[in-house]
């Protein structure tokens, strides 16, 4: 009940988060747009074209969140929190949509310049929009970070993003109301179209890892710490480690040696409170597999178990426990 309460606290952390984000997003939009509309600035256009691209794409994020909330089922086994990569990538290729059309502006408007109308006054307009989008940036971050959202966080990456690309324009600007060379207007453009074509080539690289299930290093450095911190004496080995997440949720796995001679209960609960031990760690947002292999004569000299019946060798010491030793297979010692 705990676990589902705490899962029901994010999604509706998450949400609120998200549809905030939506909302300053069309109103920021809006104002950018209209700046455009008063100079006729190529490098504010392809500014406010990355507005609509925020817009879109925090749409399909509140949808992405939804639907990841939703908790496992017969088709879904595993839930539904992979959709987030899923977004993330979206979310990336429309960035990358969005550089193209930004490139098409600017050279356009750096072969043909023209004068620039209330250029001051669309100065102070983006002004207030950056400052504005830097604070739901940073809350989008924080939230992200402390929910292990990953929606959450690429919007948030997105919009500092597009505040990055704004104090660019607001430079480029001041040089262009100050120098009048309006051909500048042009090449602001291109260059926060090659900025942005980089974040989006970014969010669809992290997006394919994630759908891969790619090892994340950190993380299965957190597991190994934790499984040392709580390792018994009947502990022998532990091998073939492997842990993926699934939007907040991590799904983790491995093989854990114990004496041969234990009985099947015995075995069993000590199953079920390492389980329990690393769910309590994850604060209830884990799913743990443990394969329990038994011990083979060999490992004999490993084992710390004082009273066996069927030693066939002196304890000599415990295996070190290490992340290569604990993600290697046990068959071949291939190291994920």
């Known amino acids: 009940m705990n676990n589902q309460s705490n899962s029901k606290q994010l999604f509706k952390s998450n949400f609120a988060v998200i549809a905030f984000s939506l909302f ?60 987030e990569y899923f977004s993330a990538g979206f979310e990336g290729a429309l960035i990358i949509l969005a550089a193209i059309g930004i490139f098409k502006t600017g050279i356009s408007y750096l072969l043909y310049p023209h004068p620039l109308e209330y250029l001051q006054q669309g100065i102070l307009l983006l002004v207030g929009a950056s400052a504005v989008n830097l604070l739901l940036g940073i809350l989008l971050l924080r939230v992200g970070k402390r929910n292990q959202s990953v929606v959450l966080t690429a919007d948030g990456k997105h919009i500092m993003t597009d505040v990055y690309t704004s104090l660019g324009v607001l430079v480029g600007l001041f040089l262009v109301n100050y120098t009048g060379w309006f051909w500048l207007d042009g090449v602001i453009a291109i260059i926060v179209g090659i900025n942005i074509l980089i974040t989006g080539a970014n969010l669809v690289r992290q997006s394919y890892a994630g759908l891969m299930n790619k090892a994340e290093p950190d993380l299965l450095r957190e597991i190994v710490d934790l499984l040392i911190a709580n390792r018994k004496d009947i502990h022998i080995d532990v091998h073939q480690l492997r842990a993926w997440r699934s939007g907040n949720f991590i799904h983790i796995d491995f093989h854990l040696i114990l004496p041969r001679d234990f009985a099947l209960e015995c075995a069993h609960r000590e199953n079920k409170a390492l389980e329990k031990t690393i769910q309590e760690y994850f604060g209830g947002r884990a799913s743990v597999m443990i394969h329990l292999d038994p011990c083979l004569d060999q490992e004999c000299p490993v084992c710390g178990q004082s009273l066996c019946t069927i030693r066939h060798s002196h304890q000599n010491e415990l295996v070190r426990w290490t992340l290569a030793s604990m993600t290697a297979d046990y068959n071949n010692q291939q190291v994920i």
């Open 24 to 83: 300053v997003g069309i109103i920021l939009m809006g104002v950018k747009f209209y700046a455009y509309k008063i100079t006729g600035s190529s490098a504010i256009l392809s500014d406010a074209l990355e507005s609509i691209i925020n817009v879109v794409a925090g749409a399909f994020a509140m949808f992405s969140i939804v639907v990841a909330a939703k908790p496992p089922d017969k088709s879904h086994p595993y839930g539904h929190g992979k959709i």
